[in-house]
């Protein structure tokens, strides 16, 4: 049937083997599926009429564990023997030790090991022992490794690749956003600006202009997946007058996988108890939340609105990631203390927080955890800080990269990129 079907379409009728291979193929197609390769495409691959090699069979290894038991007998038997024999009488060595050309004979003979005849008796049998127990240590070292395979190390997990979105407009441009791009911006795996207008040392990515956060950020992070995507593990989204050590942050994000469904930054609570993440001092998220935000939050209305938010815009953009079972994480340290500040470092110095300045007490009122006398406690591993006058950064990235503190102990973490500016 299937040589007459092939004649009919204008095919030159099939050879009985070329039959055969088709028939194998349509049996295993349909019994395992097409994920497995064909008959015929293997055995296009050594001419059509060779016979299929079956693979050759793995060579059987040896187990280690008989050569093990062998040396461990061996070793016991020569300890009970060595304990329990007079070597020094059954070999004699008293006369191999009394030659008359180097040592005094008789009563007052003197030994190598001991003036005193008595004790050299003691001290031949002592090294006689000795050197039997090192013989057999060195045959069980020979033996033992031939068969034994150590384990090798497993290698460390790559460190995290962090893409820096620097969200910045043109009025800002000279006056800030220039000193982030010539300090800590560097220290990122890849970074982009994001601003409503060109500027040639910044060499922004340029959005029309949009006067309500939420619709900034939604066609910030929409662009960042579409055309930067595979360039990062981690994204964050940080404004241009926050200072970043971006080698704690992958320090934090050892233990978590790009691929899971998470957030982090300073995590605050809403009205009606939603956690989400203060603007103030960063956004990190995972490849896989960016992922999800842009493919299926921003094109449903339901799950994400697209209209203004004003100052909302971040209770909304947490709405959207819940409603696509994306966690906002816990950034803080293995003591509770705080990674990502959304104020100045100097309101966290000179003792409790300002309950009567806006900023302090949206903070306050909003905080995720509980916080003691308005205090909050600053962690070794800090991440983020808001900075008040910009040309400071220049003095917090030479304190942080470049000065060497004598007499204390040696920093926990290590920063991975040796070149500085």
Same mark, same amino acid.
């Given at each position: 049937?299937?040589?007459?079907?092939?004649?009919?379409?204008?095919?030159?009728?099939?050879?009985?083997?070329?039959?055969?291979?088709?028939?194998?193929?349509?049996?295993?197609?349909?019994?395992?599926?097409? #994920?497995?390769?064909?008959?015929?495409s293997l055995a296009a691959r050594k001419g059509s009429d060779s016979p299929r090699r079956r693979p050759a069979a793995r060579r059987h290894r040896p187990q280690p564990t008989?050569?093990?038991?062998?040396?461990? @007998?061996?070793?016991?038997?020569?300890?009970?023997?060595?304990?329990?024999?007079?070597?020094?009488?059954?070999?004699?060595?008293?006369?191999?030790?009394?030659?008359?050309?180097?040592?005094?004979?008789?009563?007052?003979?003197?030994? @190598?090991?001991?003036?005193?005849?008595?004790? #050299?008796?003691?001290?031949?049998?002592?090294?006689?022992?000795?050197?039997?127990?090192?013989l057999l240590c060195v045959l069980a070292l020979l033996l033992l490794p031939n068969n034994i395979q150590l384990k090798t190390a497993e290698p460390l997990p790559a460190a995290?690749?962090?893409?820096?979105?620097?969200?910045?407009?043109?009025?800002?441009?000279?006056?800030?956003?220039?000193?982030?791009?010539?300090?800590?911006?560097?220290?990122? %795996?890849?970074?982009?600006?994001? #601003?409503?207008?060109?500027?040639?040392?910044?060499?922004?990515?340029?959005?029309?202009?949009?006067?309500?956060?939420?619709?900034?950020?939604?066609?910030?992070?929409?662009?960042?997946?579409k055309y930067h995507f595979d360039e990062g593990d981690w994204f964050l989204y940080i404004n241009d007058d926050n200072y970043v050590i971006v080698e704690n942050l992958r320090?934090?994000?050892? #233990?978590?996988?790009?691929?899971?469904?998470?957030?982090?930054?300073?995590?605050?609570?809403?009205?009606?108890?939603?956690?989400?993440?203060? %603007?103030?001092?960063?956004?990190?998220?995972?490849?896989?939340?960016?992922?999800?935000?842009?493919?299926?939050?921003?094109?449903?209305?339901? @799950?994400?609105?697209?209209?203004?938010?004003?100052?909302?815009?971040?209770?909304?953009?947490?709405?959207?990631?819940?409603?696509?079972?994306?966690?906002?994480?816990?950034?803080?340290?293995?003591?509770?203390?705080?990674?990502?500040?959304?104020?100045?470092?100097?309101?966290?110095?000179?003792?409790?927080?300002?309950?009567?300045?806006?900023?302090?007490?949206?903070?306050?009122?909003?905080?995720?955890?509980?916080?003691?006398?308005?205090?909050?406690?600053?962690?070794?591993?800090?991440?983020?800080?808001?900075?008040?006058?910009?040309?400071?950064?220049?003095?917090?990235?030479?304190?942080?990269?470049?000065?060497?503190?004598?007499?204390?102990?040696?920093?926990?973490?290590?920063?991975?990129?040796?070149?500085?500016?």
């Open positions: 049937m299937i040589a007459l079907a092939a004649t009919t379409c204008g095919h030159a009728p099939f050879s009985p083997r070329q039959l055969q291979l088709s028939i194998l193929d349509f049996e295993l197609q349909t019994k395992r599926g097409p #994920s497995f390769a064909s008959v015929s008989a050569n093990i038991i062998i040396v461990i @007998i061996i070793i016991i038997m020569a300890i009970i023997i060595i304990c329990v024999t007079d070597f020094s009488v059954s070999f004699k060595m008293r006369p191999f030790f009394s030659r008359r050309r180097f040592f005094l004979s008789g009563k007052n003979k003197i030994s @190598i090991f001991n003036p005193c005849s008595s004790c #050299s008796q003691i001290c031949c049998s002592l090294l006689y022992k000795l050197s039997v127990l090192l995290a690749r962090i893409f820096c979105i620097i969200s910045t407009q043109d009025t800002r441009h000279n006056s800030v956003a220039v000193h982030v791009k010539r300090s800590w911006a560097s220290r990122c %795996d890849q970074h982009i600006f994001v #601003s409503n207008d060109a500027h040639e040392e910044l060499e922004p990515a340029i959005f029309a202009p949009l006067h309500d956060k939420w619709l900034k950020m939604r066609a910030h992070l929409e662009y960042v997946y320090y934090m994000l050892r #233990s978590h996988s790009p691929d899971e469904l998470i957030y982090f930054g300073c995590k605050l609570r809403s009205a009606n108890n939603q956690p989400y993440m203060y %603007d103030r001092s960063g956004i990190v998220l995972s490849s896989a939340t960016l992922a999800q935000f842009v493919l299926r939050a921003l094109p449903n209305e339901t @799950i994400c609105s697209s209209g203004k938010q004003g100052d909302a815009a971040f209770e909304e953009f947490a709405r959207c990631l819940g409603n696509v079972n994306v966690l906002p994480g816990d950034s803080r340290d293995h003591l509770g203390y705080h990674r990502f500040l959304p104020f100045h470092m100097k309101d966290y110095f000179i003792g409790a927080l300002n309950y009567s300045l806006p900023h302090h007490k949206y903070f306050l009122d909003r905080s995720y955890y509980g916080l003691s006398n308005f205090k909050v406690p600053i962690s070794k591993q800090l991440i983020c800080a808001k900075l008040e006058y910009m040309p400071i950064i220049y003095s917090h990235y030479y304190l942080t990269y470049q000065v060497k503190i004598f007499g204390t102990p040696q920093r926990a973490i290590v920063i991975e990129n040796s070149n500085t500016n």
